[in-house]
């Protein structure tokens, strides 16, 4: 699923050259065998809720649509068909619907290149709209799924040590209050990235000579993760405040005092 992730935009774009169809292909099979690493792995490592489905699935079709969606419509601008007629009919639809004053799409117009043309413009535009369509179906199914399975655990149990590597149930203040401060700042840092990163990207365009409107891979890559970092930030954050909330239910369900630690969400 990596390698047709990392490999979808080159396969539907085409044109690009030898060397950076081999460096895909390089890392295409660098991330495949680093996420077999990962799953096939006894202990924690790199990958959050890598035990609590679908979390980590739904980042990824996230990530995937959000590709796959933007090389569509840009290689429509090229080689036309129905398919691609329609995303981005869809795209302009969405961009122009949320191109208003002090929205994130209205920032990253406006950080375009000076003398950047109309169809140019425009093809930025689409994809944002298409970016941020995907995403926000993403976080809603999310949401709904976690309400339906009771997630993170329907049976009650979370392993932190093997879920959450980097997050230490045992230091500090509570681990309720820890959590759900913790989802707090990654929900008001997904909220705030996409006015940061556009200026920040701009700043560091310009300093190295480099556009995105230079190259179709590049568009559809910085388009996809524009808007999937955030919403995958928000994700987070909505996880860890939901793993707060079971967390709380099952220590009123045993009696548990405010800063009692339950045996069945610390390590194993």
């Known amino acids: 699923m990596i390698v047709l992730l990392l490999l979808t935009p080159s396969l539907l774009l085409g044109g690009t050259s ?3 169809s081999d460096t895909i292909l390089v890392l295409a099979i660098f ?8 799953y096939a792995a006894i202990y924690p490592g790199l990958i959050e809720f890598r035990d609590a489905p679908p979390f980590n699935r739904v980042r990824y079709a996230m990530l995937f649509f959000s590709v796959l969606m933007v090389a569509l419509a840009t290689r429509g601008m090229e080689t036309p068909s129905t398919l691609t007629r329609f995303v981005q009919a869809v795209g302009l639809l969405l961009g122009q619907s949320m191109d ?9 117009m406006s950080l375009l290149p000076e003398g950047t043309g109309l169809v140019e413009a425009q093809i930025v535009r689409m994809a944002a709209g298409l970016t941020y369509l995907v995403s926000l179906v993403g976080l809603t199914l999310f949401a709904i799924m976690i309400r339906l399975n009771n997630w993170p655990s329907p049976t009650g149990s979370f392993n932190v040590w093997i879920n959450l590597p980097t997050f230490d149930p045992t230091a500090g203040a509570d681990v309720v209050k820890r959590l759900n401060r913790d989802g707090a700042v990654n929900i008001w840092l997904g909220l705030s990235l ?7 990207a701009s700043f560091i365009a310009e300093s190295y000579g480099i ?26 954050g909505i996880a860890m405040r ?13 009696g548990g005092a405010d800063g009692e630690e339950d045996p069945a969400f610390l390590p194993a």
Do not use: H, N
């Open 194 to 200: 996409p006015y940061v990163s556009p200026p920040v």
């Open 31 to 38: 991330g495949a065998v680093f996420i077999f690493v990962e």
């Open 18 to 20: 030898s060397q950076i």
């Open 211 to 236: 556009s995105m409107l230079e190259s179709d891979l590049l568009l559809v890559w910085t388009m996809a993760l524009w808007a999937f970092l955030p919403a995958s930030l928000f994700l987070r």
């Open 242 to 254: 939901r793993l707060a909330l079971m967390i709380s239910q099952k220590r009123r369900r045993y």
């Open 100 to 108: 208003f004053p002090l929205s994130p799409i209205r920032l990253l």
